[in-house]
């Protein structure tokens, strides 16, 4: 063997050790990881089993009973219960009064009770994500760090949305239903501080990655801030915040059928009633009513994000 | 510079025809959209029945509510029809068993003096006279008629009923005057009892106190120590719960992490199944990709109020809610990734005739595994919100406890408390997922780099 040869393979049996130890280590690491992550996961599970009113193996063999009582006796009441249609089985209970939830609106016309109710909480979602969106915008520019100078300004803006994002709904929701005594106009006030601080730090991470060519060359003519941020900002951005608006519609459509659960108006209140009455033709007119919904709703807006944006629309978390 | 000529300008339009010359619903989209949105919300002021809504509105709620959250109030009242004037003090206030505060004064002459802000806001009162004072104005109440007369001008911060006189001193509290009676609410700035509730051996003493007990003070329970009693006094105060809190906020911190690790670990498998580039069969994957569309359209709310119907309520519903939702939405975002791969590293995988687990495990998963893991991070920061408000209809933890203490509307300081539980978790699980989102993009970035340098 050349002295040159044993060089080589001494190299080369250094190096492949060198990868051997790495891999090794690494594969340590990977399993240590999954293991503490399963070990954590399974005391979770105990936890929260534990903590719960009903035990999971008590409670399993009869998962089915509970849903026995949502089968419906005759499975034409779910659309009548759907479109407010009499039912031969109306005895005067509250179960099957559909017709009167009816809600005229001229002559014999009328919507169907679970129709307005949903119209309601799309309605506080679509005016919520609105508040949102407004408000979004100029603090998102305000808290981007290559079109605001003052760094305190940033940072006070950054935190107040922070704290906007991460504030339960749930409190500037009770908090305002004490103030407003209904339900709709304080979960749309909860829902639209929310999104102004959700929306807001989606838009500033856009604002801080815009080409700064044009900026510059407003700047160069002695455009002042708003005309910058105006004619070289905006244009830029515009199609992904309306990307971002648009996911934001779909989920406040779901939050605002859980703020309306817990007392904000809406179908999430007559979906809460009718599952804990064991109403069955009703709960599953609601749960189908609500299902189409958000269905056709999620599917409308990726269509139109998509058609905004491309395929950079689903390319959310990365 | 001279002004263009009409050719130039004639040039320039013609060069730029995009700019100039935009087809219709360019030029007026924004405005329809613009004019869309408007009337919308004209619709929606109407639906919302907004004027009425402002108009039956109490915003001078506000303030009071807003002040609570950070504040107490004692409310002691003081009989005068009986032969001796006695303070007696509501059955469960902050002040224990036999208070003897200091801002209520004995006086030499049998009369009281209750001290609402210092001696420029006060009331001092025998049976027969009051006097108030505040804002510099000292104000005389007569009792003997029968009634609280004010003799002279009535100042703008006393009302005068016909058998009872307010008078309210801002922030620091108001007292109320009948003849038979004087009620005094005296505001405090903070939290009342937050560490040791009335009951507990150690309430009343100082700082120092407590902890000179706690270090080598006699016990207090014969058997116990002083460490281990203050222990538990403090996870059994009465009126702050912090035990029950507590232990409602790791049950929320729980059913996130249980419901968005579930989700992940059932979706996983799915979503190759469901990503048409991997899939063999194109059926399945839409069948799959339904699927996931289906648990994500059943709102986390029909989701929780099933299994709290099932499981009862309390964490278990509350995660297996998550849980649901999430194997729809993660499958979503995991095969929308796979669709996303380059394709070329598979392809020499399974040109030296790796099988397909393997040509996936070294083929597909290095590329997808930050992302997976980056976007499962996100789901979970956004489920740690979210199972807040899924505890109040009855999925379990702090959501639950946080509607209940407001729906009494009377205790906002235990709201606020559990807010600010809330914000503390959010704010550190927002920077532990900001953080390993931050260092997976690099590990992308670097990956992507790599490809694209090796063309």
Redesign the interface.
């Given at each position: 063997m050349t002295f040159a040869a044993t060089i080589r393979s001494d190299a080369v049996r250094q190096a492949a050790d060198a990868w051997r130890r790495q891999t090794s280590l690494r594969r340590f690491y990977t399993a240590l990881g999954i293991g503490s992550?399963l070990v954590?996961?399974c005391t979770?599970?105990w936890?929260?089993?534990e903590?719960?009113?009903?035990?999971?193996f008590d409670?399993l063999p009869?998962?089915l009973d509970?849903l026995s009582w949502l089968v419906p006796k005759d499975w034409n009441d779910v659309w009548r219960a759907l479109f407010d249609i009499a039912s031969p089985h109306d005895k005067g209970s509250q179960e099957f009064n559909f017709p009167l939830g009816r809600v005229y609106l001229w002559g014999g016309f009328y919507l169907p009770e679970y129709f307005e109710l949903m119209?309601?909480t799309l309605?506080v979602a679509?005016?919520s994500t609105?508040i949102g969106f407004v408000f979004a915008v100029p603090f998102s520019f305000i808290a981007a760090r290559n079109l605001t100078p003052s760094p305190v300004l940033r940072l006070v803006v950054k935190r107040f949305m922070?704290?906007l994002?991460?504030?339960?709904?749930?409190?500037i929701a009770?908090?305002f239903a004490?103030?407003?005594?209904?339900g709709?106009?304080a979960a749309?006030i909860a829902i639209g501080l929310h999104s102004i601080g959700a929306l807001g730090k989606l838009f500033y991470e856009i604002n801080e990655n815009i080409d700064m060519r044009a900026e510059e060359g407003l700047r160069a003519v002695g455009a002042n801030w708003f005309e910058r941020v105006r004619f070289a900002g905006l244009p830029q951005v515009l199609p992904n915040f309306m990307s971002y608006t648009l996911l934001r519609i779909e989920i406040n459509v779901?939050?605002s059928?859980?703020?309306g659960?817990?007392g904000g108006g809406g179908i999430?209140e007559e979906?809460?009633l009718s599952?804990?009455r064991g109403f069955g033709a009703k709960t599953l007119a609601l749960?189908l009513l609500?299902?189409t919904t958000?269905?056709l709703v999620?599917q409308f807006s990726a269509w139109l994000r998509r058609k905004l944006v491309g395929?950079q629309a689903?390319?959310?978390?990365? | 510079m001279a002004a263009m000529t009409a050719d130039q300008m004639r040039s320039i339009e013609e060069r730029f025809p995009q700019v100039f010359r935009r087809p219709l619903y360019k030029r007026f989209g924004p405005l329809v959209l613009f004019t869309g949105i408007l009337l919308y919300l004209v619709y929606a002021l109407w639906f919302f029945s907004l004027p009425q809504v402002l108009r039956e509105s109490h915003w001078e709620r506000l303030p009071l509510f807003l002040t609570q959250w950070i504040s107490y109030d004692l409310q002691p009242e003081f009989r005068l029809d009986q032969p001796q004037i006695t303070p007696r003090y509501p059955r469960f206030s902050a002040l224990g068993e036999d208070p003897h505060p200091d801002w209520v004064i004995t006086n030499a002459n049998g009369s009281y003096t209750i001290l609402i802000d210092g001696r420029a806001k006060s009331v001092t009162f025998d049976k027969t006279e009051a006097t108030l004072v505040a804002n510099g104005q000292t104000v005389p109440v007569s009792l003997a008629s029968g009634k609280p007369v004010i003799s002279g001008p009535v100042p703008e911060w006393i009302t005068a009923h016909d058998d009872e006189i307010v008078a309210r001193m801002g922030f620091a509290g108001e007292v109320r005057i009948t003849v038979d009676r004087v009620k005094v609410r005296k505001r405090f700035l903070g939290w009342a009892n937050f560490v040791f509730d009335t009951r507990s051996p150690f309430f009343g003493k100082s700082p120092g106190e407590v902890v000179s007990l706690l270090m080598s003070g006699p016990q207090l329970k014969p058997g116990t120590s002083n460490i281990a009693l203050a222990a538990d006094n403090i996870w059994n105060n009465a009126q702050w719960q912090h035990g029950d809190v507590w232990t409602k906020l790791f049950q929320t911190i729980v059913m996130a992490f249980l419901g968005t690790l579930l989700g992940g670990i059932v979706a996983f498998p799915l979503a190759f199944f469901a990503a048409r580039n991997i899939t063999p069969s194109g059926l399945l994957s839409q069948v799959l990709k339904r699927f996931f569309d289906f648990m994500r359209s059943v709102d986390m709310l029909i989701w929780a109020l099933f299994f709290t119907r099932a499981f009862g309520p309390g964490p278990l519903a509350g995660s297996a809610a998550i849980f649901f939702t999430e194997i729809g939405t993660l499958g979503k975002v995991y095969s929308e990734g796979l669709e996303n791969i380059d394709d070329k590293p598979r392809e020499g995988i399974q040109s030296t005739g790796a099988n397909g687990l393997l040509v996936q495990r070294y083929g597909v998963l290095p590329e997808v595994i930050p992302v997976f893991i980056s976007q499962t991070l996100y789901q979970w920061e956004s489920n740690t919100r979210g199972a807040t408000i899924i505890g109040a209809v009855g999925a379990g933890g702090i959501g639950l406890k946080l509607w209940e203490a407001m729906r009494t509307n009377s205790n906002w300081a235990n709201v606020f408390y559990m807010v600010l539980l809330v914000l503390l978790v959010v704010f550190i699980f927002d920077s532990i997922s900001n953080f390993l989102r931050r260092r997976l993009s690099r590990t992308i970035h670097d990956y992507n780099r790599i490809q694209a340098g090796q063309g």
């Amino acid at each position: 063997m050349t002295f040159a040869a044993t060089i080589r393979s001494d190299a080369v049996r250094q190096a492949a050790d060198a990868w051997r130890r790495q891999t090794s280590l690494r594969r340590f690491y990977t399993a240590l990881g999954i293991g503490s992550l399963l070990v954590a996961m399974c005391t979770a599970m105990w936890f929260a089993d534990e903590a719960n009113a009903g035990h999971f193996f008590d409670r399993l063999p009869h998962i089915l009973d509970f849903l026995s009582w949502l089968v419906p006796k005759d499975w034409n009441d779910v659309w009548r219960a759907l479109f407010d249609i009499a039912s031969p089985h109306d005895k005067g209970s509250q179960e099957f009064n559909f017709p009167l939830g009816r809600v005229y609106l001229w002559g014999g016309f009328y919507l169907p009770e679970y129709f307005e109710l949903m119209l309601t909480t799309l309605n506080v979602a679509l005016v919520s994500t609105f508040i949102g969106f407004v408000f979004a915008v100029p603090f998102s520019f305000i808290a981007a760090r290559n079109l605001t100078p003052s760094p305190v300004l940033r940072l006070v803006v950054k935190r107040f949305m922070e704290l906007l994002r991460a504030f339960p709904e749930i409190v500037i929701a009770g908090l305002f239903a004490a103030i407003l005594s209904t339900g709709p106009v304080a979960a749309i006030i909860a829902i639209g501080l929310h999104s102004i601080g959700a929306l807001g730090k989606l838009f500033y991470e856009i604002n801080e990655n815009i080409d700064m060519r044009a900026e510059e060359g407003l700047r160069a003519v002695g455009a002042n801030w708003f005309e910058r941020v105006r004619f070289a900002g905006l244009p830029q951005v515009l199609p992904n915040f309306m990307s971002y608006t648009l996911l934001r519609i779909e989920i406040n459509v779901r939050i605002s059928t859980i703020i309306g659960a817990v007392g904000g108006g809406g179908i999430g209140e007559e979906l809460k009633l009718s599952i804990s009455r064991g109403f069955g033709a009703k709960t599953l007119a609601l749960v189908l009513l609500l299902f189409t919904t958000i269905f056709l709703v999620d599917q409308f807006s990726a269509w139109l994000r998509r058609k905004l944006v491309g395929e950079q629309a689903f390319m959310m978390g990365a | 510079m001279a002004a263009m000529t009409a050719d130039q300008m004639r040039s320039i339009e013609e060069r730029f025809p995009q700019v100039f010359r935009r087809p219709l619903y360019k030029r007026f989209g924004p405005l329809v959209l613009f004019t869309g949105i408007l009337l919308y919300l004209v619709y929606a002021l109407w639906f919302f029945s907004l004027p009425q809504v402002l108009r039956e509105s109490h915003w001078e709620r506000l303030p009071l509510f807003l002040t609570q959250w950070i504040s107490y109030d004692l409310q002691p009242e003081f009989r005068l029809d009986q032969p001796q004037i006695t303070p007696r003090y509501p059955r469960f206030s902050a002040l224990g068993e036999d208070p003897h505060p200091d801002w209520v004064i004995t006086n030499a002459n049998g009369s009281y003096t209750i001290l609402i802000d210092g001696r420029a806001k006060s009331v001092t009162f025998d049976k027969t006279e009051a006097t108030l004072v505040a804002n510099g104005q000292t104000v005389p109440v007569s009792l003997a008629s029968g009634k609280p007369v004010i003799s002279g001008p009535v100042p703008e911060w006393i009302t005068a009923h016909d058998d009872e006189i307010v008078a309210r001193m801002g922030f620091a509290g108001e007292v109320r005057i009948t003849v038979d009676r004087v009620k005094v609410r005296k505001r405090f700035l903070g939290w009342a009892n937050f560490v040791f509730d009335t009951r507990s051996p150690f309430f009343g003493k100082s700082p120092g106190e407590v902890v000179s007990l706690l270090m080598s003070g006699p016990q207090l329970k014969p058997g116990t120590s002083n460490i281990a009693l203050a222990a538990d006094n403090i996870w059994n105060n009465a009126q702050w719960q912090h035990g029950d809190v507590w232990t409602k906020l790791f049950q929320t911190i729980v059913m996130a992490f249980l419901g968005t690790l579930l989700g992940g670990i059932v979706a996983f498998p799915l979503a190759f199944f469901a990503a048409r580039n991997i899939t063999p069969s194109g059926l399945l994957s839409q069948v799959l990709k339904r699927f996931f569309d289906f648990m994500r359209s059943v709102d986390m709310l029909i989701w929780a109020l099933f299994f709290t119907r099932a499981f009862g309520p309390g964490p278990l519903a509350g995660s297996a809610a998550i849980f649901f939702t999430e194997i729809g939405t993660l499958g979503k975002v995991y095969s929308e990734g796979l669709e996303n791969i380059d394709d070329k590293p598979r392809e020499g995988i399974q040109s030296t005739g790796a099988n397909g687990l393997l040509v996936q495990r070294y083929g597909v998963l290095p590329e997808v595994i930050p992302v997976f893991i980056s976007q499962t991070l996100y789901q979970w920061e956004s489920n740690t919100r979210g199972a807040t408000i899924i505890g109040a209809v009855g999925a379990g933890g702090i959501g639950l406890k946080l509607w209940e203490a407001m729906r009494t509307n009377s205790n906002w300081a235990n709201v606020f408390y559990m807010v600010l539980l809330v914000l503390l978790v959010v704010f550190i699980f927002d920077s532990i997922s900001n953080f390993l989102r931050r260092r997976l993009s690099r590990t992308i970035h670097d990956y992507n780099r790599i490809q694209a340098g090796q063309g």
